[in-house]
Each structure stands twice: as C-alpha cells, then as structure tokens.
C-alpha cells in the first residue's frame, strides 16, 4: 500500500483512526526524511487536537521503538548474577531534579540504571540540560561504555542518540510546536524510549497540576495508566506514582542550580517534597526490581549514594572538584522579586515559574538551541512560609539582562503573599499498576 503524508494527516485531521501501516509508514518516514518538518507538525497538531485509540498508541509506541535499536543488557553480570535492570521517568514538571539524587541512591542499593534522559521540553527542565552543567560531563556514551558502566558502577545516564530516534525527532518538533499537551505524543514518546533502552523494570513519575503537561488529575492517572499497559506489553514491569505538580519541586528550577540543590539531598539535606518524592520513587524502583532489605534513606546518611553520584559523574566526564565545590555556573544578571507585606507565602504556580525559567534562557525556542547553564530561579519561600514584609521571595539568574523583563513578568500574578496558609497538598497521591 502507498500513502502520502497530505492524506495522513486529513485523515487524523477529521478524527479518523490512523491505520497500522500508516502510523508504521509516517514514523519510518519521517525518520529517514521523507515527510518534511512542517507535515510532521500538522499531523502532530491533529493528534494533539483529536487525540488518539488505544490502538493507535500502541502502533505509534511500537513504530518508534522499532526506528532505532532496543539494547540487551541480560547478558551483563555483577559478581556472577544478573543485573537489577531497573529505571525511573517523569512525565515532565518544574524544578523536577529527581532523576539526580535518585539514580546514585538506587545505584547505591545494588540497581542498575540504564538511564536514556531527555534535554527540556516546553515550560519543563531536562535531566540532561541540568547535569551538563556540570564542566566536562557528557551524556554521549557509546553502546560499550554504557555496559561497562552498568556492570562496574550500576548507572549509565545517556542521550537516547540512536534509540527511538524517530522520538528524538518528534519530541524536538513537538517542543518548538506547541503540541507536548498531549496524552498519545506523551505516552509514546516516554515508553519508546524507555522500552528501548533496555530496562526491565520501570517506575513512572506522572505528574498532576499546572505544572504538569496534563493539569487534571484524570488525565494524569488516563497517562500513567497507558504507559504501564505499554510497558507491561513490552516485557518491562511498570508502575507509576501520581504525583503532585502544582507548585516547584524544591526550592531551586533551572540547570546548575538544580544540581546544586540534588547535592543538598545526597549529603542528607535538601528540601523535604524533594527528599519525599526521592525516597518514594526510590522505594518503587527497589521494590520492582526484586532488590530485598535495602532501605534507600539509609544511603544518604551514610553518604554511599553521594560516592556513587562521584563516581558516575567522574566516568561521564564530568569535573567532580569543581562539582563539590559548587562552582557550577550561575547567571551573571539577577533581579529580585521582594515581598509586597508580610504573612504567609500562598500557592507557587509552578507553570509560571516554568515559563519564567525557560524565559530567562534554561530552555529553547528552536530546536538544538543552546541552553544556559546558569540561567535559573531560586524560591526563598515556599508555599505556607512565614514572609517578612520587603524579603526577597525569588531571584532570577541569567546571563542575558534583557531576558529578565519577560520572565519577571511571568511570575506576575503566579504567587501571592496573604494572612492565612494555602490549602496542602499531598505530593504522592496515588500508585497505578496493573
Ligand atoms: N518526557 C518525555 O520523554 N516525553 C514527553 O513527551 C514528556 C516527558
């Protein structure tokens, strides 16, 4: 059968269901470079607009896995037993650093982390972003260094590069489109490269409030769902944690400064959500990968986490003195935003200050744009804080002054300082397995 990709996307368009081989024909397609950048985007437009089946998502999944490689790692032994193949993925929210301070704690209870970390999308941070701030670090690994890592530290954290390319592709697309907002476009392009990666157990971090890609909590739990049926179709074993995303996780949102704020939590201090969230995440991924009587809180006061984030950094490149020194990059222009009156800090709208933070340079507006290391937000009062009248409550960093008009302006209205606490919220609201 021969398609076209005008057809393709009419058909989507009107609210058709798109065929196994279309979605196989569109995603090898647009791979090689057959469909232009501009169809792609209008067919992403459609699916964002008209949503996909079950069906087409399981194709769509499928398809991507299938554009690049899906790496084995069964084969790997430490000290003549199989690995505890085991990662975690979030679906995306503001001041989101857990991948960092998680992935040592993990390592450090005897898991192997075969990590492929995404660069930021949309208002939303990236892991890979954050940690290349750190002077030498890359997360261009080849297929051998992955697998040594794996075997002598128990991490690798890569770029996908090669694994679901046609995701590489379209995530890029899909963050300079506006079309991220979407269940299908999230669900796929999480679980392809999750499941090519080579992991066989899986914790999902799916995010619920207005920081999140999905702001309900139905759609939220609708997307955690569909990606442990994904998983579980795939042979990986997948459950997700339903987590709160209404305000910034921690104190800190950007790159450096959100590394310096994971360093806080592996030498056994940080914010408490950011802590919170560690641990139960850390718990799920023990839990799933079969690793027994390992307490992940345990790790960080005894500092082996700490030693196991050294150690990974120094493998990958990265300058660890200059990392524990914290002499990490920070933006040379700031601007301070102070305190009308004193009272309590109400609610943070973490979308805003995910707007603010990309705004002052931490994320793209074209696709391969280069990110500022420095650029950043820090948040000196946390929703339900005591506030003193003329304090500063956040302060903005970039390396481009004319950036920080804008991204103040971002935050107006998205905080507010008032006599009484807003309402809490539980971070973890709910576990979804199959
Ligand atoms: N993380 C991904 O890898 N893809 C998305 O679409 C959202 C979050």
């Known amino acids: 059968m021969s398609f076209d990709a005008p057809t393709v996307i009419r058909v989507k368009r009107d609210g058709g269901v798109l065929s196994d081989e279309a979605i196989d024909w569109v995603i090898d397609a647009y791979t090689h470079g057959r469909i232009a950048d501009?169809?792609?985007?209008?067919?992403?437009?459609?699916?964002?607009?008209?949503?996909?089946?079950?069906?087409?998502?399981?194709?769509?999944?499928?398809?991507?896995i299938d554009s690049g490689e899906r790496l084995d790692f069964t084969d790997l032994r430490r000290d003549g037993r199989p690995l505890a193949l085991v990662d975690k993925h979030s679906t995306g929210g503001v001041g989101d650093k857990i991948t960092i301070p998680l992935v040592p704690i993990v390592m450090a209870c005897g898991g192997a982390v075969p990590q492929a970390?995404?660069?930021?999308?949309?208002?939303?941070?990236?892991?890979?972003?954050?940690?290349?701030?750190i002077p030498g670090f890359t997360?261009?690994?080849?297929?051998?260094?992955?697998?040594?890592?794996?075997?002598?530290?128990?991490?690798?954290?890569?770029?996908?590069?090669?694994?679901?390319?046609?995701?590489?592709?379209?995530?890029?697309?899909?963050?300079?489109?506006?079309?991220?907002?979407?269940?299908?476009?999230?669900?796929?392009?999480?679980?392809?490269?999750?499941?090519?990666?080579?992991?066989?157990a899986l914790v999902l971090d799916s995010k619920v409030g207005s920081g999140a890609f999905l702001d309900t909590e139905a759609e939220s739990r609708e997307l955690a769902r569909t990606m442990v049926e994904l998983g579980e179709e795939h042979g990986v074993r997948t459950r997700a944690?339903?987590?709160?995303?209404?305000?910034?996780?921690?104190?800190?949102?950007?790159?450096?400064?959100?590394?310096?704020?994971?360093?806080?939590?592996?030498?056994?201090?940080?914010?408490?959500?950011?802590?919170?969230?560690?641990?139960?995440?850390?718990?799920?991924?023990?839990?799933?990968?079969?690793?027994?009587?390992?307490?992940?809180?345990?790790?960080?006061?005894d500092g082996t986490a700490m030693d196991r984030f050294r150690d990974l950094v120094a493998a990958q490149g990265g300058d660890v003195d200059s990392l524990l020194a914290e002499r990490l990059p920070i933006g040379t222009h700031i601007e301070t935003v102070r305190a009308p009156r004193g009272g309590t800090m109400g609610d943070i709208d973490a979308m805003a200050v995910g707007l603010a933070v990309w705004r002052l340079g931490a994320?793209?507006?074209?696709?391969?744009?280069?990110?500022?290391?420095?650029?950043?937000?820090?948040i000196h009062r946390k929703?339900?804080?005591?506030?003193?009248?003329?304090?500063?409550?956040?302060?903005?960093?970039?390396?481009?002054?004319?950036?920080?008009?804008?991204?103040?302006?971002?935050?107006?209205?998205?905080?507010?300082v008032g006599d009484e606490p807003p309402p809490t919220r539980p971070l973890i609201i709910d576990r979804i397995s199959m």
């Open 117 to 133: 970390a995404g660069r930021g999308l949309g208002h939303t941070g990236g892991t890979l972003d954050k940690l290349e701030s």
């Open 38 to 64: 501009a169809q792609m985007s209008a067919l992403l437009m459609a699916i964002f607009l008209r949503g996909m089946t079950t069906g087409e998502i399981a194709r769509w999944t499928a398809a991507m």
């Open 383 to 416: 929703p339900g804080e005591p506030v003193a009248a003329g304090e500063p409550l956040f302060t903005l960093y970039t390396d481009t002054p004319q950036r920080l008009p804008a991204a103040a302006a971002e935050l107006d209205g998205a905080w507010s």
């Open 139 to 200: 997360a261009e690994l080849t297929k051998a260094q992955i697998r040594q890592q794996l075997c002598d530290l128990g991490a690798a954290i890569f770029a996908a590069g090669e694994l679901a390319p046609a995701d590489r592709k379209i995530y890029a697309l899909r963050d300079v489109t506006a079309t991220t907002e979407s269940l299908p476009l999230i669900a796929s392009s999480v679980m392809s490269k999750k499941i090519a990666e080579g992991t066989r």
């Open 241 to 301: 944690l339903l987590t709160d995303m209404h305000a910034p996780l921690g104190r800190t949102v950007g790159n450096a400064i959100e590394v310096v704020e994971s360093l806080e939590v592996l030498e056994g201090g940080g914010p408490g959500d950011v802590v919170e969230l560690t641990l139960a995440l850390a718990r799920e991924m023990c839990d799933v990968a079969g690793l027994d009587g390992v307490d992940p809180a345990q790790t960080l006061r």
């Open 363 to 378: 994320g793209r507006t074209m696709p391969g744009e280069q990110v500022q290391a420095g650029a950043g937000i820090r």
